[in-house]
């Protein structure tokens, strides 16, 4: 299975893929060139997630030194080297989150999830998978759409997403669950005929 | 009827997983289940390429300087696993905790003999083919008391450093000792975080490589246990020591 990149993007994904291969042959200026292009990517990510300052520094620092620490696990015929930076971010929160945060939504976060913002970007300036899942989500209503969202960028439980939004979590679950399978079916269809 | 939501919902949680939307435990089980099989493993990269495209959405943001500081503090104590290429020649004299022990002991007079055992010894036998020149340096890290804190021996052939504690003075509970290399005349760069039980291993970059050097110095301050935030020494200096070798 090989990562599909778009013409416009592959140029930076083939150099990111490159930079890491030699991360893990222990080069530190590569290091510092990966930490350079993608580190604002990865703190916006934190940020998102944590909501608090020092706490996302903390979980950047922690994915940078697991970047190091296992750049050699990173397989370029099987992921692209950002899809692989952000998960190691995201694992990086969600796991500070089930630590720190298991009961309750904070304000801060609760906050974030009423807007699930971020808003979609103008879809001219995204990649061709975003704009891909934006058709698929399309197809969704509009409180599945936005439990989906609510869901990716709070990295919320189900228990604590149905805690807020005030419904039973079952009707969480159904509505988190129908959305993925409807989506599963159109991405797969638009993998096969783009 | 509706979608078959109860015919299959174990599907499901491979995209759960990359959602993010599992409590810790069911977080696990989907980690374990990854270790141990492919196609759990290929399913999560699927749900991954699929769900990651929606991270496009969220605005950069840069970090403040520290963070790189930090990391780069971590990052000097990187204890790196043996990569598969060089298992062989990681398991031979430069891991062999035994010899660092002893070179611990009396430090300063073993570290001198050392180096002339390292520097010279393989020049005395030149008959060797093409046996690349080994250059090694050696400092002896002194501490305010007199008392040799570590010893830092740098096998520049190979880039890496070894540092391994003497008589290290005991730090209060919060603070680490941080490794630096002061080049003749220039700020300090910072090398990594050291330890005071047992040896460090440091790969030594680029930056550091072409600093090492007779005119140069090793010191070690006091910092939070991960690392100065500002990148320069933030605590006072507890020891010092010159660089000898060639």
């Not at chain 1, 929160?93 to 298991?102: A, F, S, V």
């Not at chain 1, 998978?129 to 759409?145: M, S, T, Y």
């Not at chain 2, 070894?162 to 910072?190: C, D, H, S, Y």
Request: include cysteine.
């Amino acid at each position: 299975m090989i990562a599909r990149m778009t013409p416009e993007s592959s140029d930076r994904a083939l150099a990111l893929a490159r930079e890491l291969q030699a991360v893990a042959d222990g080069d530190r200026s590569a290091f510092a060139t990966l930490y350079k292009r993608t580190s604002n990517k990865l703190f916006g990510v934190c940020m998102q997630m944590l909501g608090d300052r020092g706490e996302a520094e903390d979980a950047l620092q922690e994915v940078y030194v697991s970047v190091w620490r296992s750049a050699d696990t990173f397989d370029a015929t099987r992921a692209a080297a950002m899809t692989w930076l952000i998960t190691l971010a995201r694992n990086q929160c969600i796991d500070r989150l089930r630590r720190h945060r298991e009961v309750p939504l904070e304000d801060a976060t609760a906050t974030r999830l009423v807007d699930p913002d971020p808003e979609p970007p103008a879809l001219t300036e995204t990649s061709e998978e975003r704009r891909r899942l934006e058709r698929c989500l399309g197809v969704l209503a509009d409180q599945q759409k936005d439990a989906v969202r609510a869901a990716f960028f709070s990295g919320a439980t189900y228990n604590q997403l149905a805690d807020h939004v005030g419904v039973p979590l079952a009707t969480m679950k159904s509505w988190i669950r129908r959305s993925l399978i409807r989506l599963r079916a159109c991405l797969e269809r638009s993998e096969t005929n783009p | 009827m509706n979608t078959p939501l109860d015919h299959e919902p174990e599907d499901l949680r491979y995209a759960e997983y990359v959602l993010g939307v599992l409590d810790a435990d069911a977080r696990a089980a989907v980690e374990r289940e990854m270790a141990a099989d492919p196609h759990a493993a290929d399913e999560v990269m699927r749900w991954q390429r699929y769900l990651l495209p929606l991270a496009e959405d969220i605005t950069d943001s840069a970090p403040p300087d520290r963070v790189w500081s930090r990391i780069q503090g971590r990052i000097g104590q990187t204890q790196s696993l043996p990569r598969t290429t060089d298992i062989r020649e990681r398991r031979g004299w430069w891991s062999n905790l035994f010899v660092w022990r002893s070179f611990a002991f009396g430090a300063t007079a073993v570290a001198a003999a050392c180096i002339i055992a390292l520097v010279l010894f393989p020049r005395a036998r030149v008959a060797q083919p093409a046996a690349p020149a080994i250059a090694y340096m050696a400092s002896a890290i002194t501490q305010t008391d007199g008392q040799v804190g570590w010893t830092a021996t740098m096998d520049i052939t190979h880039a890496r450093m070894i540092v391994v504690p003497a008589k290290p003075q005991t730090l209060p509970t919060g603070r680490a000792p941080e490794l630096w290399l002061i080049p003749a005349g220039q700020k300090p760069i910072a090398v990594g975080m050291i330890d005071s039980g047992a040896p460090t291993n440091i790969k030594l970059d680029k930056a550091l490589l072409t600093r090492i050097g007779p005119d140069a110095a090793l010191a070690v301050s006091v910092e939070p246990p991960s690392g100065s935030p500002t990148g320069q020494p933030t605590g006072p200096v507890i020891g010092k020591g010159s660089i000898t070798g060639t």
